[in-house]
C-alpha cells in the first residue's frame, strides 16, 4: 500500500472523529500575513493524528535548544521540501521518519492543506495531515535537532486551563498552548490553533489572559 498517496484507504478505516476536519482542514482561511511567497523556499510538515491511551492525540516534536533557528521550539515534523522528494506530501513522511521514527507504513495522508508562510525563515510550509492507523514507537532521530517527541492528546490541548495568548517583543499576540512540559508558541500555535477548530474540538477559552513570552524562550527565538 502507497500511503504518500492521499484516499488510498477505505474511508471506513478513518475515524468518525476526523470526520469534520477531512470535510473543513483543505478549506482553511489562510489569512493575508501568512499567504506564501512565491520567492520563499518549499517545506512541509506532518499533521499526524492517532489514537492513544489518552484519546486521539496528534504529534509534535521539541526542537534542539543548540539550532540556530527556531531553537526549543515545539513543532510539527517537518523541514525544506529536498529535490528528491516526490512533492510536500512525500517531504512530510520522510522528515517525520528521520525526525520521530515514525514509520511511514503505517500513516494514511488524509491530504495537503493550503501553503502557509513562514516569513522568520523564509519558507512556504504545506500541512500534510495524517492519520496514524499502526502507530510506531517514536524517539528524537537526531538529537543534534530533535530534543523530544511527544504524543499530545487534543483533549490537553483544549484544555482552557491550558491555553493563553502570548505577547512577542513587537506586540503580536497569538495563541499558546502549555502542554507536556512544552510552550507550544508561534507558527505551531497558530496552525493548531485553527486546526482544533476545523476538526470541531475547541472549546471556548479566556484568549483574553495575556502573557508576554517568557525570557527564556525569548533568548532562543532571538538566535533567528
Known amino acids: 500500500m502507497n500511503n504518500s498517496v492521499p484516499g488510498n484507504v477505505a474511508p471506513s478505516v478513518i475515524p468518525s472523529w476526523l470526520d469534520l476536519f477531512r470535510e473543513r482542514a483543505p478549506k482553511l482561511d489562510v489569512p493575508a500575513f501568512l499567504r506564501p511567497a512565491p520567492h ?49 506530501i512525500a517531504a512530510a513522511l520522510r522528515e517525520a521518519e528521520e525526525e520521530t521514527g515514525v514509520d511511514p507504513d503505517g500513516v494514511t495522508v488524509l491530504g495537503a492543506l493550503p501553503e502557509l508562510y513562514l516569513s522568520r525563515s523564509n519558507f ?12 510506531s514507537d517514536v524517539s528524537p532521530g537526531h538529537p543534534g535537532e530533535v530534543a523530544a517527541v511527544a504524543r499530545v492528546p487534543i483533549g490537553e490541548l483544549v484544555d482552557p486551563g491550558n491555553r493563553v495568548s502570548l505577547r512577542a517583543p513587537g506586540g503580536f499576540i497569538g495563541p499558546a498552548f502549555r502542554v507536556r512540559d512544552m510552550l507550544v508558541w508561534g507558527f505551531t500555535a497558530g496552525l493548531l490553533d485553527n486546526l482544533l477548530e476545523a476538526g470541531g ?24
Do not use: M, S, Y
Not at 42 to 67: M, Y
Open 124 to 135: 512556504r510550509v504545506t500541512p500534510v495531515a495524517a492519520w496514524w492507523h499502526d502507530p
Open 40 to 88: 520563499a523556499r518549499p517545506a512541509a510538515v506532518l499533521v499526524l493524528f492517532g489514537e492513544g491511551p489518552q484519546g486521539p492525540d496528534v504529534l509534535l516534536i521539541e526542537r534542539a535548544a543548540t539550532l540556530k533557528k527556531h531553537a526549543g521550539q515545539p513543532a510539527f515534523p517537518g523541514g525544506a521540501i529536498d529535490p528528491e522528494d516526490d512533492g510536500p
Open 201 to 224: 474540538w475547541a472549546v471556548p477559552w479566556d484568549a483574553d489572559r495575556t502573557e508576554d513570552l517568557p525570557p527564556d524562550v525569548l533568548n532562543l527565538a532571538a538566535r533567528g
